[in-house]
């Protein structure tokens, strides 16, 4: 049996790119860290080209990698299902698009306050750097608004999320015309959902036409001046619905839709504690009555 603990040296020192860098990280010396590497080197051969201010694998080494990554997961998959698994207790992170984001995070606060031995952490992220920290471990969770095409991941749909265009209460009259005179409150999406649902739903007009009248990047503020009839915009669903003025605003229903699907990710080594299941579904539950 080779030992886990020389394979894990392996990982942090090609992870690293440092014998030095390795030794900081696993909080041992650096002759420990090189003695590691030279048992395993006794036992399988040559495993790292050693170049001046790089380490780069050999065949063999990059083989023995592999085999040091599929043992990590093992083992992780036993503990968790050798663990307690309370499902209303633990650790969960969860990492969303701000939209959805807005809906979920007073949800997420009223299951810790029902089961106080959660401990939930919850990060706003555009949807790359969300899947990257799935990938990496920073987060147990993720919504993204497309499923990405990555072994390690699990995608499964969540909930579907229609773009609303949003105007000032009083406005009563939605023709082009005064769409162009009220003028368009932009976000970092802003654009790009205006010209997907105003396309369909006003066809052969140009979006050009429609002045610019503010900008913010701020998920929970884009609806500010909207309320204050300073323009109109298109934001998804769910952060129209968790816009506390609602009676400052009004969606213009039509039976023209764009609708989006939000996509659950998380790693698929290992099955999802019981504690992440119960909340996913609670949280599916919740968002799709509303």
């Keep these: 049996m080779v030992n886990p603990l020389w394979l894990h040296t392996l990982v942090v020192v090609h992870e690293t790119g440092s014998f030095t860098r390795a030794a900081d990280r696993l909080d041992l010396t650096q002759a420990a860290v090189s003695q590691h590497i030279s048992r395993l080197e006794a036992e399988f051969g040559p495993l790292l080209l050693r170049k001046p201010r790089q380490l780069e694998l050999t065949p063999r080494g990059l083989v023995l990698l592999d085999f040091a990554r599929q043992q990590a997961q093992a083992a992780e998959r036993l503990r968790a299902r050798l663990s307690d698994d309370d499902p209303h207790s633990g650790s969960v992170s969860l990492a969303t698009p701000g939209s959805i984001g807005l809906l979920l995070y007073p949800l997420l606060l009223d299951q810790q306050q029902a089961h106080p031995g959660l401990i939930l952490q919850h990060r706003f992220a555009p949807t790359p750097d969300i899947v ?7 987060s147990d969770l993720g919504l993204v608004d497309q499923p990405p095409e990555h072994p390690s991941l699990v995608a499964e749909p969540f909930v579907r999320e229609p773009l609303c265009l949003v105007v000032p209460d009083e406005d009563a009259d939605l023709t082009w015309q005064r769409l162009c005179e009220l003028g368009f409150i932009d976000h970092p999406d802003g654009r790009s959902m205006a ?3 105003l396309g369909r739903r006003y066809p052969g007009q140009r979006f050009d036409a429609i002045p610019l009248r503010g900008f913010t990047n701020q998920i929970g503020l884009i609806l500010e001046p909207v309320a204050r009839g300073l323009g109109f915009t298109v934001l998804p669903r769910f952060a129209v619905t968790a ?5 400052k605003i009004r969606v213009v229903e039509s039976r023209i839709e764009v609708v989006d699907t939000l996509w659950l ?4 080594e290992w099955p999802l ?8 579904e609670t949280l599916k539950t919740q968002v799709g009555a509303i």
């Design 195 to 197: 010209l997907r649902l």
């Design 132 to 138: 990257q920290a799935v990938l990496a471990g920073r």
């Design 265 to 268: 990710i998380y790693r698929a």
């Design 273 to 280: 504690p019981a504690r992440h299941q119960r909340l996913v």
């Design 243 to 247: 816009f506390a003025k609602q009676e």
